[in-house]
T-cell receptor, first 115, second 114 residues
Framework: EADIYQTPRYLVIGTGKKITLECSQT?????MYWYQQDPGMELHLIHY???????EKGDLSSESTVSRIRTEHFPLTLESARPSHTSQYLC??????????????FGPGTRLTVL | KNQVEQSPQSLIILEGKNCTLQ??????????LRWYKQDTGRGPVSLTI?????NTKSNGRYTATLDADTKQSSLHITASQLSDSASYIC?????????????FGRGTQLTVWP
């Protein structure tokens, strides 16, 4: 099992609230990712980071924002949660170096429900 | 359009039986193909990874095959166990960017009954 952690595991919150999903890894990986996954659907990349102070938007447009102040920490923030944000959010990390066989290690996910 | 299609969408088998899951992709250029196992409520865990030159890769009771010419892959599970119940996701990586972009299938939901 990979050393990548997400908190909280489950979150139920009302519309309009600000939330931060935490992700941390102890493997020293430079690359980190956030994915969004709905039941029975594929993972969609919403944010990624090559390293400290580097963040990029992914393929799926998201109203969330991310920051990468420390190598091991990659939090995701929603300023004003809406029911459409209800989903599972998965954080992952991978080593630097050749990308041809980079394996991404995933955290357990945060199941977010916005009422 | 780069896509990854998996079949069947769901599968139920009895404990001890074998099964084969399919993955067809149109991703080009092609770098590598991975199979992940995702338990309910958990993040995916890598099972195998194959590059263009590899035809088969095994990991215990899991054996993946790759035909890069027909752009097809399969994951064969031998002597299934209850713990094999999970979603199996096929992921294809291209060489089109520094990131090595990943294309995810929707997964095959496997249920193993006692």
């Amino acid at each position: 099992e990979a050393d990548i952690y997400q908190t909280p595991r489950y979150l139920v919150i009302g519309t309009g609230k600000k939330i931060t999903l935490e992700c941390s890894q102890t493997m020293g990986h430079d690359k980190m990712y956030w994915y969004q996954q709905d039941p029975g659907m594929e993972l969609h990349l919403i944010h990624y980071s090559y390293g400290v102070n580097s963040t990029e938007k992914g393929d799926l447009s998201s109203e969330s924002t991310v920051s990468r102040i420390r190598t091991e920490h990659f939090p995701l923030t929603l300023e004003s949660a809406r029911p459409s944000h209800t989903s599972q959010y998965l954080c992952a990390s991978s080593e630097s170096g050749p990308t041809i066989t980079d394996t991404q290690y995933f955290g357990p996910g945060t199941r977010l429900t916005v009422l | 359009k780069n896509q990854v299609e998996q079949s069947p969408q769901s599968l139920i088998i009895l404990e001890g039986k074998n099964c084969t899951l399919q993955c067809n992709y149109t991703v080009s250029p092609f770098s590598n193909l991975r199979w992940y196992k995702q338990d309910t409520g958990r993040g995916p865990v890598s099972l195998t990874i194959m590059t263009f030159s590899e035809n088969t890769k095994s990991n215990g009771r899991y054996t993946a095959t790759l035909d890069a010419d027909t752009k097809q892959s399969s994951l064969h599970i031998t002597a299934s166990q209850l713990s094999d119940s999970a979603s199996y996701i096929c992921v294809v990586s291209d060489r089109g960017s520094t990131l090595g972009r990943l294309y995810f299938g929707r997964g095959t939901q496997l249920t193993v009954w006692p």
